[in-house]
């Protein structure tokens, strides 16, 4: 199997602290600018698994930089510079305790929710009779709390309000450029022959300014179906040919693992880790429109530090 980065540790010039995220490692420099590493850990219900997947880092990093590229006109984000295939450099911010969620369809937790009776997301109110993977009426955004460890958990839009997370006026620029980012990465999907099924977007502040952080549209973030064939498959009842990280939650189900406590991860075998991996790559290809070109991984960790200290002797706010 290729090698992956699943752990990092340098000592940037200026480095203030260290951040492992679930998936990636942020340092701050001097409180103003953020390195952020894409490594090639997975998670899934909330839970780091075992073993990386080769190139899922990069995979990410690139999508989401290409998405922060191609939306930047409509709504302001972090992004300075992509110095390697595995990292972003950009304006630090101070991040809102939400991610805002936005679903275009009834599927993944949401349809679990509603299979099991739920007619309420995050406040939303959800109509009757819906069937699995079918549209809503209108994009719904139902937001979660940013936890650091542990389970998301679904809160409202009146509830972020009243206990402070979110003050009323940010909360509504954050819902407006939550529908316009989807409404662009819809569209962007349609053009490659994808539905951009349902997202999330985390946000912070910038001297008043509240801006779009982290990353967007990666598989990591969003869930996608195949727009060849979905409205038969829909109507049979069928699963959706989808690219999202929804078939690794798939398979862990089906090995009985949801997160819970006393579950174990099930064994992570390299063929495991491949498909996984041409998942990522394959979703990479279809929502750019690019081929995916591997970047040298002989000695990923070297590579990364040399082309992050290179960035940062040129870089300027």
Known sequence: MQPTLTTTDFRFPGQTSLYHGKVRDVYDIDDSLLVMV???????????????????????NQIAAYFLDATAHAVPNWKLATPDPMVTVGKKCEGFRVEMIIRGYLTGSAWREYAAGAREICGVRLPEGMKENQKFPEPIITPTTKADAGHDQNISREEIIAQGIVSAADYDIMEEY????????????????????????????????????????????????????????????????????????????????????????????????????????????????????????????????????????????
């Open 38 to 60: 894409a490594t090639d850990r997975i998670s899934a219900f909330d839970v780091v698994l075992p073993k990386g997947i080769p190139f899922k880092g990069q995979v990410l």
């Open 178 to 317: 939550t529908r316009t980012l989807f409404k662009i990465g819809t569209e962007m999907a349609a053009e490659k022959g994808l539905i951009l099924v349902d997202t999330k977007y985390e946000f912070g502040k910038l001297a008043d300014k509240v801006i779009l952080i982290d990353e967007i549209h990666t598989p990591d973030s969003s869930r996608y179906f195949y727009a060849d064939g979905y409205q038969e498959r829909f109507e049979k009842g069928e699963p959706q040919r989808q690219l999202s990280k929804e078939f690794v939650r798939q398979w862990l189900i089906e090995n009985g693992f949801m997160g819970q406590p006393g579950q174990k991860v099930p064994e992570m075998t390299d063929e495991i880790c491949e498909s996984i991996s041409a998942r990522y790559i394959e979703l990479y290809e279809h929502v750019t429109g690019r081929k995916f070109v591997p970047a040298d991984d002989h000695d990923l960790s070297h590579r990364i530090e040399t082309n992050v200290l290179d960035c940062l002797d040129r870089i300027t706010l």
